[in-house]
């Protein structure tokens, strides 16, 4: 079984930076790859931020970024602003000698004090 | 410019089958690696399966394999998720995304972009 561990909620005030943890475990020794973060406001659909782990696709404010360390991939906001508070997904696709399969994250609500 | 248009709202009885469509404008959608992603009320995104452009077959979530079924039509360049034998936990916002695969020199990177606007599925129960 492969998995994304994700914090159910991380908050700060405007102004401030907050991170978002993204940490792989599998039991089943999978190949991790192509680590994205997505932002989804409530009604919407989906929206790549950061993709191949720090990548940021045009128009996506460079308040936003991305690292990864070990088994753990991160999603950085710096400044954060009102229309910062939304979900945060991340997604890696994972091969193993069985199958391959995108995993999703179970999505981080930020919150704007 | 690649944009998606998925179809409209659907409410099914617990049992029965569904056939979400999304039409691709801007690109072939054979020349495109169509995945569907499905989100239930107030839950995360869960990967349901697309079409792999490194392996080039059609892959299936395990949980979904055998109920659901990936397709396209070249002539409306239309891609379509049909999910069968509907449970009441079905009930969800299913969408379309593109699985877009770059790879310069034999390093590659893969990413969604752009998705679907999402078309609500409810199943009675």
């Known amino acids: 079984q492969s998995a994304l561990t994700q914090p159910a909620s991380v908050s700060g005030s405007p102004g401030q930076s907050i991170t978002i943890s993204c940490t792989e475990t599998s039991s089943d020794l999978g190949d991790y790859n192509y680590v994205s973060w997505y932002q989804q406001h409530p009604g919407t659909a989906p929206k790549l931020i950061i993709f191949d782990v720090s990548n940021r696709p045009s128009g996506v404010s460079d308040r936003f970024s991305g690292s990864k360390s070990g088994n753990t991939a991160s999603l950085t906001i710096s400044g954060l602003q009102s229309e910062d508070e939304a979900d945060y997904f991340c997604?890696?696709?994972?091969?193993?000698?069985?199958?391959?399969?995108?995993?999703f994250g179970g999505g981080t609500k930020v919150t704007v004090l | 410019q690649v944009q998606m248009v998925q179809s409209g709202a659907e409410v099914k009885d617990s049992g029965a089958s569904v056939k979400v469509s999304c039409k691709v404008s801007?690109?072939?959608?054979?020349?495109?690696?169509i995945h569907w992603v499905r989100q239930a009320p107030g839950k995360g995104l869960e990967w349901m399966g697309g079409f792999d452009p490194e392996d080039g077959v059609t892959v299936y979530s395990r949980d979904l394999k055998g109920r659901l079924s990936l397709t396209e039509d070249t002539s409306t360049n239309t891609a379509y998720m049909e999910l069968s034998t509907l449970r009441f936990e079905d009930t969800a916002v299913y969408y379309c995304a593109r699985d877009r695969l770059h790879c310069t020199n034999g390093v590659c990177i893969r990413y969604f972009d752009p998705w679907g606007q999402g078309t609500l599925v409810t199943v009675s129960s």
């Open positions: 997604t890696s696709y994972i091969s193993t000698t069985a199958t391959t399969t995108w995993v």
């Open positions: 801007g690109y072939s959608v054979s020349e495109l690696s």
